[in-house]
């Protein structure tokens, strides 16, 4: 890139991130609470029958029309249209500008130079359930070295967006091995079932701009697949969807170093000036409260709270931070199996040694840890399963060495994700019993059927622990310039220092006991100056690599998070626009 050019693409960059900085945000093109299910079905041919269900309150035009553009190779057969169980009237010729009377229960496809339109009349205005299903050929392309899905099911040009969607699609060659990426919305996509039933499944759970699904399967075949791409290989194909995407591969590549540059000089003194102020003025996140006060106070404004909050129960306090936006995931995650294993070196649960390792040159500290029972004592399922994950990783010898629990979550991240995940079910199952949530039963679609979904509603009991957890934070983050009295128990600073741990500030905690206290590592088992900062790093490494290990198996399409943006403009199928007209 030449210099003018250059000069000229970060001028854009700089008056983008000031158009960010400063505009005030737009409602986005939602529907009035739209909720689309898709199901496509693949057949052996290629071919694709898909239904649709559009849970919409149909409240403007006389018509509601889905466009499918980019149709190489693809025909559509067999459009039909039923609302709330009547069937609509098929049309072999469709008029854009007939009345609305005139379109009522009638249904047709309009060929144009692009594609399809599929096109159905608005009845009577209000909330209506309709069902679209129609099959596709050519849906299932053939590439040089295996078979590939790639279709774009909501368009970003659509007048009127879902707010909840999923997209399932079954049938032949869907298997474990399925290589599954999302693109265009907020969400999940991974391929779930068993032997002989096995589907993909994506669904929202946030924003919908678009929604592309690829599907790339390595094993099986189509008997009459789409010949559009049939030079280009499955990974050509995969790379180009992910191009502009946050689907990136963490085990190396290229580091962007320009874009840094760029970035530090830029926004370096906005930062800096935003920031400051920005902490200060943060609105917490909203929740939802029994007695409808569910926006809290700016954070600035939150108390100092100098006692250990929630009841001193590491998993809840974990829990409210994560949910009041305290911390980010993987400083929390990372922070929580901190808090945890010094819990366990205080209470002799474990035993955390240090040993200098010779070399050649130079020695350096190495660290184990040595597991003096079974873990049957420990007071909660969750940390006796963890615990026995650590007493997998070590080995016959019951010795975690060095690195051991980094090449263990390495491995097992998928444990290690499902235990984070234990963490927060068991949590939220014990609000109601401890008077901190109430249960909901409301009414949600999940894949075409009505389902009853149990939701959590906060009470102000737990808005206030919810304080107290911001107010503790307030309170590590100014105790140095509070003129606290020298605090001399141990089990408190002990206490500070799990707590502090999950927040990701225990280094703080810690510079502050050097000060104040200095006797603390002859009356605690945990010694703050290689104990507490050896375990932060040794699990920081291991949690690290759980987050990488995920990145990973994400990049190669094994499912997990979908991406809000890319999914390969220039190839694949569908798109093009559609809502109300």
């Not at 025909?75 to 039909?80: I, P, R, S």
């Not at 099959?135 to 368009?155: H, R």
């Not at 003194?269 to 609105?283: D, M, Q």
């Amino acid at each position: 890139m030449n210099s003018k050019k250059r000069k000229k693409g970060l001028a854009v960059v700089l008056v983008l991130l000031l158009c960010f900085a400063f505009a005030v945000p737009l409602a986005a093109a939602s529907g009035d609470d739209f909720g689309l299910d898709i199901e496509v079905v693949l057949a052996e041919d290629g071919s694709a029958t898909i239904k649709e269900i559009w849970d919409i309150n149909a409240n403007q035009g006389t018509e509601i029309y889905k466009q499918l553009f980019n149709m190489d190779g693809m025909e559509v057969h067999d459009f039909q249209v039923e609302e709330d169980g009547k069937k609509y009237e098929q049309l072999e010729w469709w008029d854009v500008d007939a009345s609305q009377e005139e379109k009522a229960f009638k249904s047709g496809v309009v060929g144009t130079d692009e594609g399809y339109e599929l096109c159905f009349g608005v009845g009577e205005y209000g909330r209506h359930k309709y069902e679209l299903s129609y099959k596709i050929t050519g849906f299932v392309y053939q590439l040089e070295d295996a078979f590939a899905v790639n279709f774009q099911f909501v368009s970003p040009e659509m007048n009127v967006k879902p707010n909840e969607m999923t997209i399932k699609i079954s049938g032949v060659n869907v298997n474990p091995d399925t290589r599954v990426y999302g693109f265009g919305f907020e969400g999940d996509i991974h391929v779930e079932g068993e032997e002989g039933d096995y589907y993909i499944l994506a669904v929202s759970d946030g924003e919908v701009d678009y929604a592309n699904v690829f599907a790339g399967f390595e094993e099986g075949s189509f008997t009459d697949a789409n010949q559009t791409y049939a030079s280009r290989s499955l990974e050509d194909m995969i790379d180009e969807a992910r191009e502009g995407s946050d689907y990136t591969d963490s085990s190396g590549g290229g580091f962007p170093w320009f874009h840094v540059i760029v970035s530090v000089i830029f926004l370096g003194g906005i930062l800096t000036a935003v920031t400051a102020s920005s902490k200060k003025n943060k609105r917490l996140k909203t929740l939802e409260f029994t007695d409808g006060r569910n926006e809290l106070p700016a954070y600035k404004d939150v108390n100092y709270f100098r006692d250990i909050p929630a009841n001193k129960d590491m998993f809840l306090f974990y829990y409210i931070a994560r949910q009041a936006d305290l911390v980010d995931e993987q400083t929390a995650q990372s922070g929580l199996v901190s808090a945890i294993l010094l819990n366990w070196i205080r209470t002799k649960k474990v035993e955390f040694d240090k040993t200098e390792k010779k070399g050649f040159f130079s020695s350096k500290d190495t660290f184990a840890i040595h597991f003096l029972d079974d873990g049957n004592g420990l007071s909660t399922p969750m940390e006796k399963v963890l615990y026995g994950y650590f007493r997998e990783a070590a080995g016959a010898n019951l010795v975690l060495e060095d690195k051991e629990f980094e090449h263990w979550c390495t491995k097992n991240y998928e444990s290690m994700t499902g235990w984070f995940a234990s963490v927060d079910t068991a949590v939220a199952g014990m609000l109601a019993k401890n008077g901190y949530g109430e249960t909901q039963t409301v009414k949600q679609k999940v894949m075409f059927f009505d389902t009853n979904i149990i939701k959590t509603i906060y009470t102000p009991k737990f808005r206030e622990e919810l304080l107290h957890c911001i107010g503790f934070k307030r309170f590590l983050e100014e105790f140095g310039s509070l003129g606290e009295k020298q605090v001399k128990e141990v089990v408190l600073w002990e206490e500070y220092l799990l707590f502090a741990s999950i927040l990701g500030m225990a280094d703080k905690v810690e510079k502050e006991i050097g000060r104040l206290y200095p006797e603390f590592n002859e009356q605690s088992e945990i010694d703050i100056f290689y104990t507490s900062m050896a375990t932060r790093a040794f699990v920081l490494h291991s949690i690290s690599n759980v987050h990488s290990a995920e990145s990973a198996a994400r990049f190669e399409g094994s499912g997990g998070s979908t991406s809000f943006s890319g999914g390969g403009s220039s190839f694949g199928g569908g798109g093009g626009g559609g809502g109300f007209r």
